[in-house]
């Protein structure tokens, strides 16, 4: 590595061959936004009983196909004006690019006399949301010309998929100029040099514009599946993650051009100090987000080797670009704090050196203390409801699709424009109609017709279509249907999708969670070359994981007024927080296990502290504050999960591996290591209580 990296000729060669690649994947990279897939089929749960619906569906109308209601209200009562204008805007509205012709329903009268609605099928066709709201405004257009005072709302799934269109719009750009923003700012604070922060920052565009060449060669030619949340993601990931692996690199060649005059021999030991550990976290995340690929629920299967691809890419940036640049630059790079030849190193006496002494005097206490806070953290997960999220509560804000709902339930059947869908065998529509009827929930049930060579019914819902109510109507449906003999009936429908969408999400979570802790443990074991250690850090990790989720039920219950969370959100709050926070325990305990062999446990983990809590600190700060970015999104599930995984990573490398990881250290003592041989190495007598971390030679 160091050879390939930092020799005084070799260097140049990274270099030129980085701007090869770049040339080629800068095209290429301005591509991936055109191969993204935002239909239905790259979002579901492939084998729920939903899908299968759509997949019937998809034999005479395409699964593309996305009904808009357009409602209409007037308070005081609509006139028999505003009805005429809805039916000429009706026949208007077949004139609108993807229109199904001879689908249009409606207008309807509420009974009340105070809304309309039509509800027009519009093909969206493979751009899947990216058409909706083009399509969405056309219907506008013509509803709202000569209203006189008629309020026009475009509802139903199509609203709502135009809604979360414009919610995206403009995602990378946003997201990747604000986390470049936060790490600028970072990066200055911790190095200040007005020069050094441009080297990480280089590294990581560069590591994002490879990365979305490879990722779109994929998704164009191998199949591989990218929707906006994915590449969205991707932004503040690879620059999170890679500004992560440029502050460890950098942080161990400072620390070494202060023992070697020669600043390629100073990169070539700080590569071998710390490439095993940077390439060894930067393995755990991308196995970690590789896990995600067992998910049922599409867009969280599609998601993992789209983001691990990214951190692969980061990783090799960091341990080929960074040194080589780091090294072309000299050390006036670090102006005006260089690091001279023979200086002493600051990390003796810095804050993370002070603090450790303080640990050191009585560690059983600190961390037996920091444990029962972090646990009473952990209760608010008592009043984290992740069973999903209404239409209304995925927007921060009123969108106009939340708005139309409201109008829809005040006046029309809960479901209405979104029936429930059922397909069963030729000849048991009777049998089918039947169990339908007596369903309670559901009204309007519709004659069975043949289709896609089945029988074929709908229903109108009578609770809102993303309520719990009409959710549990769906089970109902669904057994009685499914007790008919022979008719292997399938429901379907928006709500239908909804339920599956999150039932898949909560066997996602049951499932990789346990997976991800089992690998991490696995690479911890073989790293740290023991058991204890591993155990211990796997522990903290789950603890720092709960009190994390339990602050942020607090903030989202009582802060935020969220209506509650997505089904997937504890999920990818795992993935990242542990996936990415285990680059800071390998970071330490790699750098206490090589102390601890010099100076035996003790000293090691002071040393281990003093060395890198710094460095941690910064890059957990980089890390919240990129995560933190995605607030700036109006959609609740990624404001929360940016919020969460902001502040558990924060609590992660400031309380959990620097103190709670340090006293338990401290407390142990050599078992730590059991089985290993520093299990068996008897302390050095210079060991003492309070003793100054011990200065690495």
């Not at 493979?126 to 209203?147: C, D, Q, T, Y």
């Not at 164009?220 to 503040?236: C, E, F, K, R």
């Amino acid at each position: 590595m160091a050879t390939v990296s930092g020799g005084r000729r070799a260097k140049w060669l990274v270099l030129v061959g980085w701007l090869i690649i770049v040339a080629v994947a800068g095209p290429l990279s301005g591509k991936l936004m055109g191969a993204e897939k935002n239909d239905a089929s790259a979002w579901l749960p492939a084998k729920a009983e939903s899908t299968q619906v759509l997949n019937l569906r998809s034999h005479v109308v395409s699964p593309n196909v996305y009904p808009a209601v357009v409602v209409y209200d007037r308070p005081s009562g609509v006139t028999a004006a505003d009805k005429a204008k809805a039916v000429a805007d009706a026949a208007r509205f077949g004139g609108v690019a993807g229109v199904v012709h001879g689908q249009i329903a409606g207008p309807f009268t509420s009974t009340d006399g105070k809304a309309i609605e039509t509800i027009v099928p519009i093909n969206l066709g493979a751009s899947g949301w990216n058409a909706a709201a083009p399509a969405a405004n056309s219907l506008r257009a013509i509803a709202e010309s000569s209203a006189d005072g008629l309020n026009v709302h475009i509802a139903g799934p199509l609203g709502t998929a135009a809604d979360s269109s414009n919610a995206f719009k403009g995602i990378d750009g946003t997201l990747l100029f604000s986390a470049l923003a936060v790490v600028i700012l970072i990066l200055l604070l911790t190095y200040r040099s007005p020069v050094l922060w441009l080297l990480p920052v280089l590294s990581a565009g560069v590591a994002l514009i490879t990365a979305e060449a490879v990722i779109y060669l994929l998704a164009a030619h191998a199949g591989l599946t990218v929707n906006a949340q994915s590449a969205g993601i991707l932004d503040v990931l690879v620059f999170g993650a890679g500004t992560d692996y440029a502050l460890l690199i950098t942080a161990r060649y400072r620390e070494e051009l202060r023992r070697h005059e020669d600043r390629h021999a100073a990169m070539a030991v700080a590569l071998r100090r710390a490439g095993p550990a940077v390439v060894a976290s930067g393995g755990t995340v991308i196995l970690s987000l590789l896990t995600l690929s067992l998910a049922e629920l599409n867009s969280t299967k599609s998601m993992g080797p789209v983001l691990a691809i990214g951190v692969a890419v980061a990783l090799l940036a960091m341990i080929t670009l960074l040194p080589a640049l780091l090294v072309i630059t000299g050390r006036w790079v670090f102006w005006p704090v260089k690091p001279a030849y023979g200086s002493a190193e600051p990390t003796t006496r810095g804050l993370w050196a002070r603090v450790g002494r303080r640990i050191a005097v009585r560690p059983r206490a600190v961390w037996i203390g920091t444990i029962v806070v972090l646990g009473a953290m952990a209760f608010g997960l008592a009043g984290l409801h992740a069973s999903g999220l209404t239409n209304a509560q995925s927007f921060r804000g009123h969108p106009d699709s939340v708005t139309g709902q409201t109008v829809l339930d005040a006046h029309f059947p809960g479901g209405a424009g979104q029936p429930v869908e059922v397909f069963g065998n030729p000849g048991s529509g009777p049998q089918l109609a039947a169990a339908l009827r007596s369903v309670s929930g559901l009204t309007g049930v519709t004659q069975p017709v043949p289709l896609a060579g089945h029988a074929y019914l709908e229903a109108t819902l009578t609770s809102a279509p993303d309520s719990q109510a009409a959710y549990a109507t769906i089970d109902r449906a669904r057994a009685a249907v499914h007790a008919v003999p022979g008719a292997d009936a399938l429901v379907g429908g928006n709500t239908a999708v909804n339920l599956d969408v999150q039932r898949a999400a909560a066997h996602d979570r049951n499932l990789i969670i346990p997976v991800i802790l089992a690998v991490v443990f696995v690479i911890l074991m073989l790293l740290l070359r023991a058991l204890v250690a591993p155990v211990m850090l796997i522990a903290t990790v789950v603890l720092s994981f709960a009190s994390a989720l339990g602050i942020s039920a607090l903030f989202f219950d009582h802060v935020f007024n969220f209506g509650g969370a997505d089904t997937s959100f504890p999920l990818f709050v795992f993935v990242f927080l542990v996936a990415l926070g285990i680059d800071y325990n390998i970071f330490l305990m790699t750098r206490v296990r090589e102390e601890a062999q010099r100076h035996g446990p003790r000293t090691g983990a002071l040393t281990g502290l003093a060395a890198t809590g710094g460095v941690i600190t910064s890059a957990g700060c980089v890390l919240a504050g990129t995560f933190a970015v995605l607030g700036t999104l109006p959609v609740t599930f990624l404001t929360e999960l940016g919020f969460a995984v902001a502040f558990g990573v924060l609590l992660d490398t400031i309380v959990v591996r620097s103190v709670l990881v340090t006293a338990l250290n401290l407390d142990l003592g050599r078992w730590v290591w059991w089985p290993s041989h520093l299990a068996r190495q008897p302390a050095p007598e210079a060991e003492t209580l309070t003793g100054e971390p011990a200065g690495v030679p």
